[in-house]
């Protein structure tokens, strides 16, 4: 039987291995360590092993590298905040393993970055969570359109009867303020036809939004940072441009109320290769990145922003983003969204589906 090097074996491990010296520098990596770190394994070698991360971020693996090594303990932790060096936040398994060989003590470090594992978990609820509140606000609409309908019935049949133009003016108002209710209410239904896919260039796309969101907020910058070779994708490109309009504009509003700083949007398209989408692994995934240098939205608003009437503007309806959520999901994607370092990023994730 052919002897197999054992090294090579930890090459093909889903886990970054890296085996310390006692100075806590790097004496040896697995290939999954240097495509984590974005560092060739002959860059690596001797390295001390805390300059891979951010010297100024909480990272308790440093701290528990020192314990470890005091007290020759093995030690596990479970979904804890890395940020490496290059600034890039992280939560990761990871665990030490002390190793005695003769007189001389080294550890052996097993990281394993979860994020991802998080992120489509996360998915899976945010979909869950949308289906669920958009039964409710369909079946809420349609409870309340047959009263109020029978509302504005009755103000206009008033209205017939009244002669003093002083009190038309009360049956304008209910008229009025049962068609803004109506309107409101087709609103929340979302989208009332179904998908009508045909090939697209998601760019077109983009740059329609593009040019309605500058043409309502004139002094907004919009960047474009778009990846030209992604193919065409079978989608219904009028919802599409409902969708993302809807983001953009969410994150126009919302950096257009910052006054400290000016105005900043990019659009960024990319391609991800064997991206899993709400438990459904594709080949191909097109990303769409809607990133703006607003304030931010607050963590209590963040888990629930894709729910209907949940704003943080005064004006806002809240229906602008459930909708979005909405016709993504209904082309197999989803929306996701995160705060950055003084940024805002809505990740919208569109699977080709012929090569699914």
Do not use: W
Request: proline share 4%.
């Amino acid at each position: 039987m052919p002897y197999i090097d054992a090294s090579k074996i930890l090459d093909y491990l889903n886990s970054s291995i890296i085996c310390l010296s006692e100075d806590l520098t790097i004496k040896q990596v697995n290939a999954t360590a240097e495509v984590f770190f974005d560092t060739s394994e002959k860059v690596l070698l001797h390295k001390p092993f805390a300059s891979l991360f951010d010297p100024n971020g909480d990272n308790s693996i440093l701290s528990s590298l020192q314990f470890s090594l005091g007290h020759n303990h093995q030690i596990t932790e479970h979904e804890a905040s890395l940020t490496l060096a290059n600034g890039k936040a992280i939560i990761a398994d990871y665990s030490i393993h002390p190793i005695i060989e003769v007189d001389q003590l080294n550890l052996l470090v097993e990281l394993l970055p979860i994020d991802r594992h998080l992120e489509i978990a996360k998915d899976g609820q945010r979909i869950n969570q949308q289906t669920a509140s958009q039964q409710l606000a369909r079946g809420m609409a349609h409870e309340i359109k047959n009263p109020l309908g029978g509302i504005r019935g009755a103000a206009q049949l008033l209205e017939g009867e009244i002669t003093s133009p002083e009190l038309k003016e009360y049956t304008d108002v209910i008229i009025r303020e049962a068609d803004r209710l109506q309107r409101l209410l087709n609103s929340m239904l979302g989208p009332n036809r179904k998908i009508e896919k045909e090939q697209i260039n998601i760019l077109e796309v983009l740059e329609h939004v593009r040019s309605l969101i500058l043409a309502e907020f004139p002094s907004l910058k919009i960047v474009r940072d778009y990846d030209p070779s992604i193919p065409e994708l079978m989608a219904d490109k009028n919802q599409l441009i409902q969708a993302f309009l809807n983001v953009a504009r969410n994150s126009a509003q919302s950096v257009i109320l910052n006054k400290n700083r000016s105005a900043e949007i990019t659009f960024k398209t990319r391609i991800n290769r064997q991206h899993t989408v709400s438990n459904q692994r594709y080949k191909h995934v097109i990303q769409i990145d809607i990133i703006d240098n607003g304030p931010g939205i607050a963590e209590e608003l963040l888990e629930n922003l894709f729910l209907p009437m949940v704003t943080n503007k005064p004006d806002g309806t809240g229906l602008g983003l459930p909708i979005a959520q909405q016709i993504i999901v209904g082309h197999h994607g989803i929306i996701q969204c995160q705060n950055g370092h003084q940024h805002t990023i809505f990740t919208t994730l569109l699977p080709l589906e012929d090569e699914q």
